[in-house]
């Protein structure tokens, strides 16, 4: 079982940006698809962008054009860069990994955004 650990979460104004990382305790070069979760309070769990072994990413309509995935394979993270962030994006933000037909979870970082 792999150990995802997230950080970068915090406190940000509308407008700014973060970039979280999620790092593996293990190789991820053979996941099949890496990515991102959210979810605010009394809402479910949704995606937000993931990232395939061939680097194809998907994303969420909701944040299009402002968040980018990528991953970094000798470094065993993957990244989201979000940028134009919007109170609406306030959540606990979940890193994921599918493998072998198995998916493993991070703990998650909280992120807010607020003036």
């Known amino acids: 079982q792999v150990h995802l650990v997230e950080s970068g979460g915090g406190l940000v104004q509308p407008g700014g940006s973060l970039r979280l990382s999620c790092a593996a305790s293990?190789?991820?070069?053979?996941?099949?698809?890496m990515g991102w979760y959210r979810q605010a309070p009394g809402k479910e769990r949704d995606m937000v962008a993931s990232?395939?072994?061939?680097?194809?990413?998907n994303y969420a309509d909701s944040v299009k054009g402002r968040f980018t995935i990528s991953r970094n394979n000798n470094q065993n993270t993957v990244y989201l860069q979000m940028n134009s962030l919007k109170p609406e994006d306030t959540a606990v933000y979940y890193c994921?990994?599918?493998?072998?037909?198995?998916?493993?979870w991070g703990q998650g970082t909280q992120v807010t955004v607020s003036s």
């Open positions: 990232i395939s072994r061939g680097e194809i990413a």
């Open positions: 293990r190789s991820i070069f053979s996941a099949d698809v």
């Open positions: 994921f990994q599918n493998i072998w037909g198995n998916r493993s």
